[in-house]
């Protein structure tokens, strides 16, 4: 018979465990939250309330991953659990956004291009798990545009476009506010873009590197600083610009590397050891 304090310690063991497995699927539960309730938003038609869920839903997301290193909580089943819920927050939540917002007055057209944005978040889930489960990827740079970062980029989109159309006061830049009812006007494409940019092979920088997020010097302390404050006079401003040139940065890169492939410079090589997070 076992002794009662070896017991005691097999308990102990195992509740550490549990814990370092919940501590993680707790962040990404309340992800799964945030894009259940977009998606019951926008049914209602509640797109402010619809966005907003989906950007509080990337913070979880982001969030989850960290806590699971820092609690060593990693498991095949966190894996498992957070694509489930990135598809349905990232992927499907923000597909049926932009059809009840805008592609539903496409007629025929506006369900195929929402259900190809839900399809690309699918695909490129499916191809982030396949190549985790091989051990192939990159720690510098994420392979096509990144969910989150797409869901976030029309997320903000609607919140800029409520802003105009409700005239709520909100801290606005006008010239960057006059362009939107055009990007509007062409929605369609724009769902299209970011679904193929989200399948494509185009390298993502991941800003993963250990450090890389932190301020070393005087320069980067301050642009951090300066960032933080427009952030906080121009939230949704700051959010559009950061998402649109996030998404703009994989094929101006690409274009780049294909010229300097053609005048004979040679572009980094990337690193293929242990693939990057979603976002």
């Given at each position: 018979r076992r002794r009662p304090d070896a017991h005691r310690g097999m308990d102990k063991?195992?509740?550490?465990?549990?814990?370092?497995?919940?501590?993680?699927?707790?962040?990404?539960?309340?992800?799964?939250?945030?894009?259940?309730?977009?998606?019951?938003?926008?049914?209602?038609?509640?797109?402010?309330?619809?966005?907003?869920?989906?950007?509080a839903g990337m913070l979880f997301d982001a969030l989850d991953g960290r806590v699971a290193r820092l609690v060593h909580g990693e498991s095949e089943f966190g894996v498992e659990f957070d694509s489930?819920?990135?598809?349905?927050?990232?992927?499907?939540?923000?597909?049926?956004?932009?059809?009840?917002?805008?592609?539903?007055?496409?007629?025929a057209w506006g369900y195929?291009?929402?259900?190809?944005?839900?399809?690309?978040?699918?695909?490129?889930?499916?191809?982030?798990?396949a190549m985790a489960h091989l051990?192939?990827?990159?720690?510098?740079?994420?392979?096509?545009?990144?969910?989150?970062?797409?869901?976030?980029?029309?997320?903000?989109?609607?919140?800029?476009?409520?802003?105009?159309?409700?005239g709520r006061p909100a801290g606005t830049w006008k010239f960057l506010m006059d362009q939107i009812p055009a990007l509007y006007g062409v929605a369609p494409v724009m769902v299209v873009i970011i679904a193929l940019l989200m399948v494509s092979t185009?390298?993502?920088?991941?800003?993963?590197?250990?450090?890389?997020?932190?301020?070393?010097?005087?320069?980067?302390?301050?642009?951090?600083?300066?960032?933080?404050?427009?952030?906080f006079y121009y939230p949704l401003m700051v959010l559009f610009f950061v998402f649109f040139f996030y998404a703009l940065l994989g094929p101006v890169s690409w274009i780049a590397r294909a010229i300097g492939r053609l005048v004979g410079w040679t572009p980094p090589h990337h690193n293929h050891d242990n693939y990057g997070e979603h976002l």
């Open positions: 063991q195992l509740l550490k465990r549990s814990g370092q497995l919940l501590a993680p699927s707790l962040f990404t539960l309340g992800n799964m939250a945030c894009g259940f309730y977009a998606l019951i938003s926008s049914v209602r038609g509640e797109f402010v309330s619809s966005a907003t869920a989906i950007i489930m819920s990135d598809f349905l927050t990232f992927g499907v939540a923000p597909a049926h956004m932009m059809y009840a917002f805008i592609l539903k007055d496409y007629g195929p291009i929402a259900f190809l944005y839900a399809l690309c978040g699918g695909l490129r889930l499916a191809r982030f798990n051990g192939q990827g990159s720690k510098t740079h994420f392979t096509g545009l990144a969910i989150p970062a797409g869901a976030g980029f029309l997320a903000s989109f609607v919140l800029l476009y409520q802003v105009i159309e409700e185009i390298p993502y920088p991941a800003f993963k590197q250990p450090g890389v997020m932190r301020p070393k010097t005087l320069t980067r302390i301050l642009i951090a600083l300066c960032v933080g404050l427009l952030l």
